[in-house]
């Protein structure tokens, strides 16, 4: 009799935004049904796929020294896929780069991993860099829901907005929608395997187009009503927005729909007219304060958080002032705010006025000190609310957990004979900048 061999081992390690995440997460998924096992924590995997980010240089060169560390003492490495933004946009020089990489597969491209895999361990270089008519998603394997409360669902992928300074349309591709009828079923698929919160992910998630059951046109809103009909389904959140795909039903949506979170993540870039126009941005600094105006009236506790960049090629001290002025008009409760990366093939690397290194440092720094005031006030104000929370992990003291509140504040809660996955009502006790505690009122809802 012959002893079957042990499993294959893999870890997926995934960096940048959720959409990311998402992708990692199906990769494991397909991964495991492939036969593979995930590799215990801290040791060492037979595959390891990187998946990467190229949105900045920063993110982009991190994959280098990632793949370094992968070297064993032995001098062997593990079956090492290169897979994200970074994959499509370096391709075959990755592999020139770092010899140790045997796949490089685009985000559109990750359902093939198996065979770039089996074609890596008979010698081969498996390079996949497609962007196929066929979509990913019909080829990966169903759902199964997860040991998490809280889901990711990529409704949209790509962007065709072309701003002046961003990578995504290159590396992510043009626009498109997935159907409805496969994001309910993956939708229903989550519920059932136990997930409370979905987010809906795109690049421009609001952006989103399809055909309801009945054939009927509808928008990300219409997909949203439809999902808060699930049974099972508590919450319902959508990232990244673009303030010109704001519309009038989505921000209706707002108000009318309970399992839609009061949370708005919608980054305005800049606050100075001539900048938005040299990054493309296509609305105005007036447009972007009209939408959120209006999507307050929709729903007043609505909270706000936006994504920046300082130090665009040409901005002047002036135009800076402009950016701290239209975060003073908005009162962000979170924000991302980021120097600008000069990334080779967009409009802007190329731009005239490419702005000094300090100049950046001292100008990230007066903004992040804004934005970090707004958020602890925005915290601040939310202590005394009674809310309810879903649980979602351990905090680090005994019998303590973590939840978000419906405006996506980390909520600290000392809840013995509560579980993750529990929804608790409770009374928001304390501020911190980056999270509240806060102490149960009732019984935990299951
Ligand atoms: N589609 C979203 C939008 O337009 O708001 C954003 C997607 S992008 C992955 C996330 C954020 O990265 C952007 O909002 C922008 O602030 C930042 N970003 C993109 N390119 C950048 C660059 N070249 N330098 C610095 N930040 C950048
Ligand atoms: Fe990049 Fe602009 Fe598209 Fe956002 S809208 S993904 S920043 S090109």
């Known amino acids: 009799m012959t002893a079957t061999p042990p499993a294959k081992t893999f870890h997926v390690k995934s960096f940048g935004c959720q959409m990311n995440v998402y992708d990692g997460e199906r990769m494991s998924e397909m991964l495991g049904a492939e036969g593979y096992v995930p590799a215990a924590e801290g040791a060492d995997a ?12 920063k993110a982009a060169e991190k994959v280098y020294s990632d793949i370094g560390r992968l070297k064993r003492e032995d001098g062997s490495t593990p079956t090492i896929a290169v897979a994200g933004c970074v994959a499509q946009a370096e391709g075959a020089e990755i592999a020139r780069r770092a010899p140790s990489v045997d796949v490089v597969v685009g985000p559109q491209a990750y359902h093939r991993l198996p065979e770039l895999i089996a074609r890596a361990e008979k010698g081969e270089k498996a390079i996949d860099l497609d962007m196929p008519l066929e979509s990913k998603f019909g080829a990966l394997p169903k759902r199964a829901g997860g040991q998490r409360p809280t889901a990711f669902l990529t409704v949209q992928e790509g962007c065709d907005k072309f701003c002046t300074y961003c990578v995504v349309p290159y590396t992510r591709g043009a626009e498109i929608s997935r159907p409805f009828v496969d994001l309910i079923a993956e939708a229903r698929a989550l519920i059932a395997g136990g997930v409370r919160e979905i987010t809906l992910l795109g690049q421009n998630v609001n952006a989103w187009d399809g055909e309801d059951g009945k054939g009927r046109a509808i928008g990300l809103d219409g997909l949203i009503r439809e999902l808060a009909r699930e049974d099972g389904l508590e919450r319902i959140r959508y990232t990244t927005s673009h303030p010109n795909d704001m519309t009038d039903g989505l921000i209706a949506a707002h108000g009318e729909v309970e399992k839609l979170m009061p949370f708005l993540h919608l980054p305005v870039q800049a606050g100075s007219d001539r900048i938005l126009a040299a990054m493309n941005r296509s609305h105005s600094v007036d447009s972007y304060l009209k939408v959120i105006e209006r999507v307050r009236a929709a729903r007043p506790d609505i909270a706000i958080s936006g994504d920046f960049i300082v130090g665009f090629p040409g901005e002047s001290e002036e135009d800076f002032l402009a950016t701290l002025a239209i975060v003073r008009a908005t009162h962000y409760a979170m924000a991302y705010s980021f120097k600008y990366s000069r990334r080779p093939g967009t409009p802007a690397a190329t731009m005239n006025g490419q702005i000094e ?17 707004q958020q602890q006030a925005f915290n601040q104000a939310t202590v005394g609310r009674t809310t309810r929370l879903l649980l979602e992990r351990k905090g680090k003291h005994d019998g303590q957990l973590i939840g978000k509140s419906p405006w996506l504040q980390s909520v600290h809660v000392a809840a013995p004979g509560l579980a993750i996955g529990d929804m608790v009502d409770v009374r928001i006790t304390s501020a911190g900048p980056n999270s509240v505690g806060a102490e149960p009122l009732v019984e935990a809802v299951a």
């Open 357 to 373: 290194e300090a100049v950046m440092n001292d100008r990230l720094q007066r903004l992040q000190a804004l934005l970090g005031e």
């Open 46 to 57: 037979d595959l390891v796929v990187l998946n990467t980010c190229h949105i900045r240089e």
